[in-house]
Nanobody
Framework: QVQLVESGGGLVQAGGSLRLSCAASGRTFSGYAMGWFRQAPGKEREFVAAINWSGGSTFYADSVKGRFTISRDNAWNTVYLQMNSLKPEDTAVYYC?????????????????WGQGTQVTVSS
């Protein structure tokens, strides 16, 4: 069992930056791939970024490529999402998720554990 707790959300102006953190419990964190997803009001949850178990492989949604960076620190059981050049359309609840296969995916159904989410609001 893995429990995930996101933090770092908030209100920021367009063009600003935020760094989200996701702290995981459990001794097997380093074996999981981690992903970030987001859900805006009235929309489906969508993939943002993912990182494999070692941190050696990352992938991003086209909409955030070049602006967001996912990273992990297995010593601290934490995954991060650095978000730069934020746009109003980035406004959403952001969720982290854990995939026990270790490889990660853009498909949310591949993830086994989810956090409660953190709100990110970007004003224009």
């Amino acid at each position: 069992q893995v429990q995930l707790v996101e933090s770092g959300g908030g209100l920021v102006q367009a063009g600003g930056s935020l760094r989200l953190s996701c702290a995981a419990s459990g001794r097997t964190f380093s074996g999981y791939a981690m992903g970030w997803f987001r859900q805006a009001p009235g929309k489906e949850r969508e993939f943002v970024a993912a990182i494999n178990w070692s941190g050696g492989s990352t992938f991003y949604a086209d909409s955030v490529k070049g602006r967001f960076t996912i990273s992990r620190d297995n010593a601290w059981n934490t995954v991060y999402l650095q978000m730069n050049s934020l746009k109003p359309e980035d406004t959403a609840v952001y969720y982290c998720a854990a995939d026990k296969t270790g490889w990660g995916s853009m498909n949310l159904e591949r993830y086994d554990y989810w956090g409660q989410g953190t709100q990110v609001t970007v004003s224009s």
